[in-house]
């Protein structure tokens, strides 16, 4: 089919309105939040129903077209960087919540809702979705399964994996395979929604999703404790774990990203402290009243210089907002920034916080380190200037290292950011040759063509 044929049956499908082909709309689907070089599509395409899409799926294998699926281009390992000549698919039109159900407590969801969106609706009706991904104002909840996506709740309440209940997804043949249901159990057939969630695009194209609600706690406390030795605070994150304590959050953040912070949201953080531990506990008000004890205890025992819960409602937000503006904070210090996603054991933590200090001297780079460290997943952010091709150097050099630790340490290398472009060629390093081999069978099973956000995880 000749181009001019091609744009064609795409205005067709999804509407002429629909079909983006001019140079400037392109830049826009070019990129992601990666520092990646873009590559901007053949065409962007814009389904609004969930019908168009399936035909969007089939027109793109029947032509053998590479297809890149993209929500809101928040990933951060290059996930939704296109291959080029490809089509971008963009989701952002399919963004029905098609149903919040108060009785069986789930909610069915198109791509391209926004994960805040659907915490605020359940929100409304009493129910909690806990996944909150630090793009969680923007990000979309198709993007979110696919990347299985953490978040500031992830220690307690888990990432996007543990709330999908099912999903739809279109095939390369534009067919629509469903997998899960809308009960608490279900053991019907092979668990495709286990393979599809974190595959980053690569085996199918998301159209509903079913996602799991909760109740809300009924009470919760956030602390913040004030440490003048960085390997003091890493290690009261392993000590609160080890005493039994599961908190709903427990964020790491060290003073460079502090004194970064408080700079850019005026929160208030204690810019003099080596660095801080930002900590929530839920549930029941009694259970909060004695974990929170509890809590301070270890912090003190461990050689905080100050434990202070928040006064009220709106000094939590405050702090969990400034907890949020982290990765805006430093983004803005120099004109490029790598932010890692180096995952260990949580009792490693402390060891991974000295190695990263130690990178940081070594390479003589700027590196603000925060996170999930109760899940034992820093996120280390490398500022500098990628023009200085000899910095860029020393960055590479560093961020193979830290992966190296991470893996040595019994870790991961990603602990919700996924694999995209950025660390396909670290995978090796965790699975193993057969494993990528595997992969790769079960890969060309589903898409024979290859069409499917090629490049990514396993490589071409």
Known sequence: MSTAALHQEFARIAGPENVFKDASDLLTYSYDAALLPSQPPGLA????????????????????????????????????????????????????????????????????????????????????????????????LGGNVAENSGGLRGLKYGVTRDYVMGLSFFDTEGQLVKTGSRTVKCATGYNLAGLMVGSEGTLGVFGQIILRLIPPPAASRALLAVFDRVQAASETVAAIIA????PATLEFLDNFTIRTVEEFSGAGLPTEAAALLLIEVDGHPAQVAEEAQKVQEICRAQGATLVRPAADAAEKERIWTARRAAIPALARLKPSVVLEDATVPRSKVPELV???????????????????????????????????????????????????????????????????????????????????AWSRRLKRAMDPKGILNPGKIVGA
């Open 45 to 140: 395409v814009r389904p609004t129903t969930l019908e168009a899409l399936g035909q969007v799926v089939r027109l793109c294998n029947q032509e053998g077209l590479p297809l890149t699926v993209r929500g809101a281009g928040t990933n951060l390992s290059g996930g939704t960087i296109p291959a080029r000549e490809g089509v971008v698919v963009v989701t952002t039109a399919l963004n029905r919540i098609v149903e919040i159900n108060q009785e069986d407590l789930y909610a069915v969801v198109e791509p391209g809702v926004i994960n805040a969106r659907l915490f605020a609706e359940a929100q409304k009706l009493g129910l909690f979705y806990p996944p909150d991904p630090g793009s969680q104002a923007v990000s979309t």
């Open 243 to 246: 005493a039994r304590i599961t």
């Open 354 to 436: 000295r190695f990263i200090n130690d990178l940081a001297k070594r390479y003589e780079l700027t590196i603000g380190t925060f996170g999930h460290a109760g899940d034992g997943n820093l996120h280390p952010t490398i500022v500098f200037d990628q023009r200085d091709a000899e910095q860029e150097k020393r960055v590479r050099q560093a961020v193979e290292e830290l992966f190296d630790r991470a893996l040595a340490l019994g870790g991961t290398l990603s602990g919700e950011h996924g694999l995209g472009l950025t660390k396909t060629r670290f995978l090796v390093k965790e699975v193993g040759k057969a494993t990528i």
